[in-house]
């Protein structure tokens, strides 16, 4: 075994007896000849790997009724709520269990899979909270840029974990989101490498992506795909979220501007035929949310009691 295996063989060992064993991290650190901080640092790699995995065999009544009723209102095939804390600033923990437990269901399969996968801190939470699983048999394919304009990557993309953590291939779209200009967006999209990622994408049997909420703190503008102005522009137009890059009207339709005509991202009318789940919470989140599943862009939900509460309130 490399390093790696060694120290993921230890990990699952450390994370075996404290869970199921009900030893402590001193007793492990004894059995194992480790500290007690190398006991933490073990139990953390188990987490972060997906070899400890939690299953709580009862329904939480509330979320229960909040999904049924999202369910139910936008037609969708499934909507998950997870349970979060009253004063959690960041669900994304809680999202990625949900979303590994739905994505794995598929990845599981033998026969060969193409998946596509958005982007957002969510998205690669919850490829991150993947067991590894031998399937080189399947495919990943990015449907968002992997570039900011500065050249830097977007640190939030997925394909590379999941197809790490499987042995599957991996097809990145090599562009920014959004083209510095209209004639920049055509020539991308006239390449034969943009051209042949699409085809790829339009063989997935299921896509799981974010949602992006337009405001100061949106993920476009903080990470440097799109500058302030675009940004004032955006809001000018009342978008409230982002599907892929793709701005979003309150009622969920995609807004044209000189932004929408350089998104690089491939269409949402593309996946109409597909499976598409967004992955996403918080109640800041609850308009872009909305307006994604009224403009029928969606066919499951993963999302916390926040955003669910203020979506049931707005239906």
Known sequence: MDKFEVKLDQAARAAWLSYVGGCTQDDIAAQLGVSRPGVQRLLALARQEGLVKVHIDH?????SALSQAIRERFGLDYCDVVPAAADAGDTTPY?????????????????????????????RATVEALSRIDRPQHRFVSLVGNVARDGSANRYDGVMVAADKTGGE????????????????????????????????????????????????????????????????LLSFDAVGELLGWPLSESGEVIDC??????????????RDQSVIALAGGREKGPAILAALRGGWLNALITDEHAARYVVGKI
């Open 95 to 123: 999202l990625a269990v949900a979303g590994a437990e739905r994505l794995s269901r598929l990845i599981e399969r033998s026969d060969p899979q193409t998946l596509s996968l958005g982007t957002g801190r969510s998205v």
């Open 258 to 271: 000189s932004i929408t005509r350089r998104v690089t991202s491939l269409p949402l009318t593309m996946f």
């Open 59 to 63: 329904p939480i009544g509330y979320c």
């Open 170 to 233: 991996r097809f990145l779209l090599p562009t920014p989101v959004v083209a510095a200009s209209v004639e920049e967006k055509e020539a991308l999209a006239g390449q034969p490498l943009f051209r042949a990622i699409g085809a790829v994408a339009c063989q997935a049997c299921a896509a799981f992506i974010g949602v992006g909420r337009i405001d100061p703190q949106a993920t476009l503008f903080q990470d440097h795909f799109i500058s302030a102005d675009e940004l004032t522009e």
